[in-house]
């Protein structure tokens, strides 16, 4: 079946240091979701991509799509103590831009301050 | 302010008992999903609601089942719980007509059930 991959599962760094998670589909997706989830929290939603190869920015954190549109990266600089948590990706089902979401099982990260 | 609504928060049960989850989606939405996420895992789907009807499903026995009402709430049922079904169900909204403008999901603060 399809499945979302993410690499890797633990980051500890220390504050200051940059970041960075891969996410990777089975299969070709019509959009890539991320979503962080603070300790004892709920998934939040952060940014949606759709185009092929598309970079989106918001502040510190950098968002990619695979031009095959099956893998996607998160990259964070100069990380801060308030980027603690699980980043999370998800696609929709194959040939779907609604509906059932398949999550990765997440990157937790940890900040020393 | 999550703008899901979930209760219980938390919720403790016996094997083999029943269990009903509700989830108020947020104003706007029309389009309820429910996730089970086990620890240290990413959410897992269950089922999608839109129009009081389920459109569709994960990988989840039969004893998972669920419903939608008028007013787009919606709520989850397990039967006869197992030890395995302890976990933190979420509930998601999102608002599906117009929906070519892609955006993503409004989660609750979920339900921790725990199954003794």
């Known amino acids: 079946g399809q499945q979302v991959m993410q690499i890797p599962q633990y980051q500890h760094v220390q504050e200051g240091e940059d970041f960075t998670t891969y996410c990777n589909s089975s299969?070709?997706?019509?959009?890539i979701q991320w979503y962080k989830q603070r300790p004892g929290g709920h998934p939040v939603f952060l940014i949606q991509l759709v185009k092929s190869g598309e970079v989106k920015k918001q502040k510190r954190l950098t968002f990619q799509f695979g031009e095959a549109k099956k893998n996607s990266s998160l990259h964070i600089t100069a990380t801060q103590t308030t980027d603690v948590g699980t980043y999370f990706c998800?696609?929709?089902?194959?040939?779907?831009?609604?509906?059932?979401?398949?999550f990765g099982r997440g990157t937790q990260l940890t900040v020393w301050p | 302010d999550a703008g899901v609504t979930q209760s219980p928060t938390h919720l403790i049960k016996t094997r083999g008992q029943q269990v009903t989850l509700r989830c108020s989606p947020k104003s706007g939405h029309d389009t309820v999903s429910w996730y089970q996420q086990a620890l240290g895992q990413g959410p897992q789907f269950i089922f999608q609601y839109y129009e009081e009807e389920e459109r569709q499903r994960g990988n989840f026995p039969d004893r998972f089942s669920g419903h939608q009402f008028p007013n787009y709430s919606s709520e989850l049922n397990v039967n006869a719980l197992l030890l395995g079904d302890s976990a933190l169900y979420l509930c998601?909204?999102?608002?599906?007509?117009?929906?070519?403008?892609?955006?993503?999901?409004?989660f609750g603060s979920g339900t921790r059930l725990t199954v003794v």
């Open positions: 998601a909204s999102r608002r599906r007509t117009g929906s070519k403008t892609n955006y993503g999901y409004t």
């Open positions: 998800a696609g929709p089902s194959r040939g779907s831009t609604l509906g059932r979401l398949y």
């Open positions: 299969t070709t997706l019509s959009n």
